[in-house]
């Protein structure tokens, strides 16, 4: 029930197409959803996060989709760029007091081919 | 100052050896975390602290050793590692809960045992 499920493993965009990651997750107490990118020999860093009270929520050309009902969340890449070529980790995690637990999905490699 | 800093970026280490591994922040963070990485995988927990006290210890074997010295710092201390503990080392910090805010990443330390 702690597993967050990630889908595709890897994936080959065309410069200028819409990237689709696909995630979901078992555990309803779950109330934070962040995607993380990673680019190689690097950390992860956030890009962008939603709550369960919204059902979508865009920065830039990243937008999150979430289904409360489905339990599943994706995020999409509008107008994919080559820089855009990273891995894309998806997560979730629950309040504790004086901390947060990230439970990670396993990883999307993206390729955006020029 | 938004970041996460960890030193060395780079270790190699023999079996028999002991160094550290450290991390500091000075965002006001009062969680501090361990994470492990092998390649082409999420990152997995080892630690955390909240407010200077270890929370977590995800069955992490004796040979890692957390300690956190202050608020703003976080050391690993290794010893008699193995090869299969060769792995990207993540310091990560976050606001101690209530509303997160997300983790915030280091660029890690790519540690090589041989």
């Known amino acids: 029930q702690q597993q967050v499920k990630q889908s595709p493993q890897s994936l080959i965009v065309q410069k200028g197409g819409i990237s689709i990651i696909n995630c979901a997750y078992e555990n309803t107490a779950f109330d934070y959803f962040p995607w993380y990118q990673q680019f190689p020999g690097k950390g992860p860093a956030l890009l962008i996060a939603i709550r369960p009270d919204v059902s979508e929520k865009k920065e830039g050309r990243f937008t999150i989709s979430f289904n409360k009902s489905a339990k599943q969340f994706s995020l999409h890449i509008m107008d994919s760029q080559p820089g855009d070529s990273a891995t894309y980790f998806c997560?979730?995690?629950?309040?504790?007091?004086?901390?947060?637990?990230?439970?990670f999905g396993t990883g999307t490699r993206l390729l955006v081919s020029p | 100052d938004t970041e996460v800093t960890q030193t060395p970026k780079h270790l190699v280490m023999g079996m028999t050896n002991k160094k550290s591994l450290k991390c500091e922040q000075h965002?006001?963070?009062?969680?501090m975390y361990w994470y492990k990485q092998k390649a082409k995988k999420p990152p997995e927990l080892m630690f955390v602290y909240s407010y200077e006290k270890l929370s977590i210890n995800e069955s992490v074997p004796s040979r890692f050793s957390p300690e956190c010295p202050n608020s703003s710092l976080l050391n690993l201390h290794l010893h008699a590692l193995q090869p299969e503990d060769s792995a990207l080392y993540l310091c990560?910090?976050?606001?101690?809960?209530?509303?997160?805010?997300?983790?915030?990443f280091g660029s890690g330390t790519r540690l090589t045992v041989v």
């Open positions: 990560a910090s976050s606001h101690p809960g209530g509303q997160f805010y997300g983790y915030t």
């Open positions: 997560a979730a995690s629950r309040a504790n007091t004086g901390f947060q637990k990230l439970v």
């Open positions: 965002m006001g963070h009062r969680a």
